[in-house]
């Protein structure tokens, strides 16, 4: 009896224990599951930056509505957990940046951040991208209670502060702005001139840069050095290399020459009956590079036949500033049996890449006017502003 009496109170103190450590592991459990559960700063361990994935969490849906696919409460949620949905994957993650972009059609949402210099909190910005325009959306971020608050921080410019005084546009013209995030402390403001006739004479001479000084956005405008023939490139009178043994069909009616960062470039310009060619070579130690080839024909032509190369269309420019040079050239191209307005080309070859105006002249007869017919293709769109605009000033000048 007396050894039971002694059994039960170590039993009940080994319960107790046991009930304790119990309870202790649960607590231990649910502080661990609170910890990394929507902190906004458990992206590192010193909490210098938010974590992007809980900005976007916080973030409203409707910041996809403006984008091709959409965006379901579900799908976002299989983009946190995942980073992958049914339609859209996260492409780009970092301290200061979430991309998003839709698996089918062409549009993406980009968060970026700017952090205050002295605390957690900032500036929220969703770039969003699709198949037709951009906008930008933004929030100030508050960390204390972890909140976006919608706040209109980027300036509305107008396009005169982007061209000349000679080209200045009528109050009245509502600009698109492009702003483009450079990184983490600069986003760049630009015009939307594509297809759009106001800029089709007008040169674009001043970049607006933000730059981010922890609390605010200090504004830098920067000249855009007008670009010469040459620009940075070194035209040349003659070759080092001996043209005859550049691969190319036809006579060489027309060449230019010039140095830049591919070493020494050669354009021929050749004709042969009903064809013409164009060969763009950049010549490495002695060894050729074809960078591209341009070929078009008027065959079985049984009228007046017209096939042939605008000579003073042909300029070299380095319009971008990264001492690869543009060749521009323009040919015209018709088979009629009257007085007709006849096909007009004018191309601009950079780097291999192909930009293209496509159309007709102009042919007065008193006071009518036929032709003048143009259309800009969609590569120009990648390209920079001034290619579409220097390629315009000379399809003026030759059109006539």
């Given at each position: ?253 027309h060449q230019r ?54 000579e003073e269309a ?37 780097d291999g890449k ?47």
């Amino acid at each position: 009896m007396k050894k039971l009496l002694i059994y039960i109170p170590l039993l009940l103190l080994f319960a107790c224990q046991q009930a304790t450590d119990g309870d202790n592991e649960a607590a231990s459990a649910e502080k661990e599951n609170t910890s990394t559960s929507g902190d906004l700063d458990n992206s590192n361990e010193s909490g210098d930056h938010i974590d992007m994935k809980s900005l976007f969490e916080l973030s409203p849906l409707s910041i996809f509505d403006e984008t091709t696919e959409g965006l379901t409460s579900s799908e976002k949620t299989d983009l946190l957990e995942k980073g992958e949905s049914a339609t859209w994957k996260i492409t780009d993650e970092s301290g200061t940046k979430l991309a998003i972009q839709c698996k089918h059609p062409s549009s993406e949402v980009t968060l970026s951040f700017f952090k205050n210099s002295n605390n957690l909190n900032g500036v929220l910005f969703a770039s969003i991208m699709n198949e037709q325009n951009s906008k930008v959306h933004s929030w100030r971020y508050v960390h204390d209670n972890q909140t976006l608050q919608k706040a209109n921080v980027l300036k509305k410019y107008s396009a005169n502060e982007f061209v000349s005084e000679e080209d200045r546009l009528p109050t009245s013209y509502a600009p698109v702005l492009n702003y483009q995030f450079l990184d983490d402390q600069t986003i760049e403001v630009s015009l939307q001139t594509w297809m759009d006739k106001e800029f089709e004479n007008r040169e674009i001479i001043n970049r607006i840069l933000l730059q981010w000084d922890g609390e605010d956005f200090e504004e830098k405008i920067v000249k855009i050095q007008p670009a010469q023939e040459s620009g940075k490139l070194s035209l040349l009178n003659k070759s080092n290399y001996d043209l005859s043994k550049l691969d190319h069909d036809g006579k060489i009616v027309h060449q230019r020459i010039w140095d830049d960062a591919h070493g020494e470039n050669i354009a021929l310009f050749t004709q042969k009956e009903e064809e013409l060619f164009v060969y763009h070579y950049a010549i490495d130690a002695d060894n050729p590079k074809l960078l591209r080839k341009i070929y078009d024909a008027e065959k079985d032509c049984d009228y007046d036949l017209t096939l042939e190369f605008v000579e003073e269309a042909i300029q070299l420019t380095d319009l971008d500033n990264d001492n690869i040079g543009e060749l521009t050239f323009a040919y015209k191209i018709a088979c009629i049996s009257d007085v007709s307005p006849v096909g007009l080309k004018l191309v601009m070859l950079e780097d291999g890449k192909k930009f293209i105006l496509r159309g007709n002249t102009i042919i007065k007869m008193g006071d009518d006017k036929f032709g003048g017919d143009k259309t800009v293709d969609a590569s120009f769109k990648n390209g920079p502003d001034n290619f579409l605009s220097h390629a315009n000033k000379i399809w003026n000048s030759i059109n006539q």
